[in-house]
């Protein structure tokens, strides 16, 4: 962020930004210990001078932080403009667990709609017993009452939130409604940042159309611009500032899967008579300590694969992925198919 234009926003954002840090430390697929040089940013050739763009803030980047940021803005009267370099939001599998202060913060301060998260989401009670097991198709070895110990947050009154199991696509979906009712929103999906020159009263920044893909692009001019691109930091790494700290302390790999669990695992019938999930944490020589969330109503299990060898690219995990996936089942003779695949890294910044 360059100047302060939060300063107006109060407590919320402040809240916004300690997310932010936090959120900055989960990084998608680094594959050295030192932060990767970002690759060139494709310029525009020629600016059309009919989209000029005037506002007070401009957003870089429309994942959930832009989102919620420009909402938080709206809430003190502030207008922004957002620019996303995506087509559409979600895509790939991220994010699973909105925790009780995430979820407090979407709600009450960025008018987000609960009825549309629940919908998303798998309610506690549908996953409450996470099995511990070799596979998923053997007896469990111990069972663990997740929802226990989130109740006894609930009960002691520190939240009124919920903790909820849904797929950052959903989650996207929810504050995306949120954000395309706000009038002092403008979030134009397929813009892409592409440069900026700040001066004494504000930034001029160049914007690509169509992602880059195409050769046209034009101005914004805004008294601020934040950079809400994530873990790549678009702007945060032009303005040289770096982060610190000890990298690669935990590969983890993301998987979309589809297969039909209901004759595999033991505990199905019971797990699955509403159309529920199980969740299943798996400990296999090759699998290594797996998190599998299946969801039985989409045949659709989200698997994460924890202290996975240091990974370069979600592709080369494909490679042997369907063996890992086979272990992680337990039984040869039941289909799957790897639907999505990505990594990230845990640093700790
Ligand atoms: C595999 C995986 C599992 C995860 N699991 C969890 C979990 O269970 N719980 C949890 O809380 N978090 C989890 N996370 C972390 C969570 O997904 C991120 O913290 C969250 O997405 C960060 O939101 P953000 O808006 O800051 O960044 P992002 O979601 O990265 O959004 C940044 C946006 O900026 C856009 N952008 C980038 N460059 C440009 C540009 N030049 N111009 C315009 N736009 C640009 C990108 O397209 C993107 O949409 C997980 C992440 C991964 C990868």
Redesign the pocket.
Known sequence: MIGNPLAKVGEASAVVIA??A????????PDKRVERKPPP?RQPQLINEDLHTKTEVLI?????????TALLLAKQNISSVV????FR?GG????????FR?NEILQRDAQVSRDLLRKGATPMNEYRWVKMATSLASPPLAKLDHVGNLNKTIESGITWAEYLNIP?DMT?RAILQAVEAEPLVDLRFG????NHVEDESGVTTT??LD??ISRWGYHVRSRYIID?????G?IRRRVNMTMSGERGVMN???LHVRMDLTDVVPEAKDNFRDGGALMTWTFAPDVGGAVAIHHNMSSHSSV?IQHFPSIVSASEFTDNGARIIRSLIGRDDVPFEIEAV???VNHSL
């Open positions: 997310i932010l936090v959120m900055i430390a989960v990084v998608p697929n940013i870089t980047g429309g994942g959930p932080v832009g989102m919620i620019i996303e370099r995506r939001h790939a599998p991220a994010a699973h667990q909105l925790n995430s950052q996207e813009h892409s940042f592409a914007v690509a992602s880059g809400a691109t994530g873990s790549k678009v983890v790999i993301n994460q990505d990594t990230c």
